[in-house]
């Protein structure tokens, strides 16, 4: 199967693939934020690369909040379980939570989904303060009104900017040895 071509891990036989290596019957729909992660990361796109994906997140109960944008909550997990950190459904709502125990709660699920996923999609590890920080960063250039539609064309410039600043600010190791 070639997977450089996206239309190909969509047919018939990789879904089976997939819910085979799973053990349960995966939905297209679960497929979708599993194969874009992968594709956003450059990583090979295989039905047990998809199959881990999913099994990751789609462990536990969704919240009510979950099933309003679904794709970006499975989006979400998939880029965490790509970098090695729990993806499961109460895992996105605890990184959520500290998102906006950093930034109170005027802004929506959607706007902190979608932050989170660029940043995941720029390979760049999703942790609280970094999606507070690209948030802040939005609203200082557009304002405290933000919407998923407005900030979309931003998020790159955002997400250098504050990876910028946060090397800047991190300390300069000085070599430990003495002449």
Do not use: C
């Not at 349960?24 to 199959?51: D, H, K, M, N």
């Not at 789609?58 to 970006?72: H, I, K, M, P, T």
């Not at 919407?147 to 600010?169: D, F, K, M, S, Y």
Request: aromatic share 4%; net charge positive.
């Amino acid at each position: 199967m070639d997977t450089a071509e996206p239309t190909s891990t969509l047919d018939r036989s990789f879904l089976q693939a997939v819910r085979r290596i799973a053990g349960f019957r995966v939905s297209p729909r679960q497929l979708g934020p599993a194969i874009e992660a992968l594709e956003q990361q450059r990583r090979p796109v295989t039905p047990e690369a998809v199959a881990n994906l999913v099994m990751a997140v789609e462990q536990g109960e969704r919240s009510a909040r979950q099933r309003r944008n679904a794709d970006l909550w499975r989006l979400l997990g998939a880029y965490l379980a790509l970098e090695g950190k729990p993806a499961h459904f109460e895992a996105q709502r605890a990184l959520v939570g500290r998102v906006r125990r950093l930034l109170g709660e005027r802004l929506s699920d959607r706007i902190l989904l979608e932050v989170a996923v660029a940043l995941g999609a720029a390979g760049i590890p999703i942790e609280a303060q970094r999606v507070a920080a690209v948030v802040r960063w939005l609203e200082s250039r557009l304002g405290p009104d933000l919407t998923a539609e407005a900030i979309r064309p931003h998020l790159r410039r955002a997400i250098e900017a504050t990876a910028a600043g946060a090397r800047a600010q991190q300390p300069r190791h000085r070599s430990a040895r003495r002449t």
